[in-house]
C-alpha cells in the first residue's frame, strides 16, 4: 500500500530550499494571551518558547534581523475583521492589553522590528516585507504560534514575497498537536523547509 510520503516523493514535492546568505528571525505572536491555556494558548505552545529563547539568543549574538509580531486590535473596535467573527475574543488583543504584550522572556531590544497585525500573516498589510528587503534579507527563520495559524500564514506569504522561509519545529507551538503536525508536514512538502532549532543554530 503506497503511504503518503511516497505520493509526495513521486511527484516530487518536498525538495530542500537550504539556508540564503542573510536570514532574519521571525518571532510570530509570542504574546501572553497566546501563553496562557485560558485564554488562546494550550499544547506545545509554552515549550516552544523556551526553544525560542534559545534561538533568539544565538540570533542577537550573531547580530541577524529580528521581527517579532503581536496581534492588536484598536481599543474602540473599529478595525474588527472576518477572523475576529471566527473568534470575538480576539478583540481583547489591544495595544495595552496584557495579552497582547510579548512574554516578558521575548522582549524585543531596540532596534528590533515589531510588526502589529490584524490577520493571521506577518505579512499580510503591514511593512515586514519591505523592511526586510531594507536589510538584504533572503531567508526567514519562523518561529511562533500557532503552527497551523499565523505560523503557517507567515510562512506560506514569506516564500510569495520571495523570501526563503525555514519554519523550525520545535520552536513553533499549536493548542492541539495534531494541528501542529499536520501543518509541519504540508509546509515541509510545499512550502518551506522545517528543521529542529539545533539546526538553524549550527547554521547561524
Known amino acids: 500500500m503506497t503511504s503518503e510520503n511516497d505520493v509526495y516523493e513521486k511527484q516530487n514535492f518536498g525538495n530542500k530550499l537550504g539556508f540564503g546568505n542573510s536570514p532574519a528571525l521571525l518571532i510570530v ?6 501563553n496562557d ?4 494558548g494550550g499544547g506545545n505552545i509554552p515549550e516552544a518558547i523556551e526553544t525560542t529563547k534559545s534561538l533568539l539568543k544565538v540570533a542577537r ?3 541577524i534581523t529580528i521581527a517579532h509580531t503581536r496581534v492588536v486590535f484598536s481599543d474602540d473596535s ?7 467573527k471566527k473568534v470575538p475574543s480576539l478583540k481583547t488583543l489591544t495595544e495595552a492589553s496584557e495579552s497582547s504584550q510579548i512574554v516578558s522572556s521575548l522582549t524585543p531590544l531596540p532596534g528590533e522590528i515589531v510588526i502589529r497585525k490584524q490577520v ?7 511593512n515586514l516585507a519591505p523592511q526586510l528587503t531594507a536589510r538584504g534579507v533572503d531567508t526567514v527563520l519562523v518561529t511562533g504560534c500557532t503552527t497551523s495559524g499565523c505560523v503557517r ?4 506569504d514569506a516564500m510569495c ?4 522561509p525555514i519554519v523550525v519545529a520545535d520552536a513553533c507551538g ?5 494541528p501542529h503536525e499536520a501543518n509541519l508536514f504540508d509546509l515541509k512538502q510545499k512550502y518551506a523547509d522545517v528543521v529542529k532549532a539545533d539546526e538553524v543554530i549550527k547554521e547561524l
Do not use: H, Q, Y
Open 29 to 34: 505572536d509570542f504574546v501572553n494571551g497566546f
Open 153 to 156: 500564514a507567515s510562512a506560506l
Open 120 to 126: 493571521p500573516s506577518a505579512f499580510f498589510g503591514t
Open 61 to 63: 549574538e550573531k547580530n
Open 161 to 164: 514575497w520571495g523570501f526563503m
Open 174 to 178: 499549536d493548542r492541539a498537536i495534531g
Open 37 to 40: 491555556p485560558n485564554a488562546f
Open 78 to 84: 473599529s478595525d474588527l475583521n472576518i477572523m475576529c
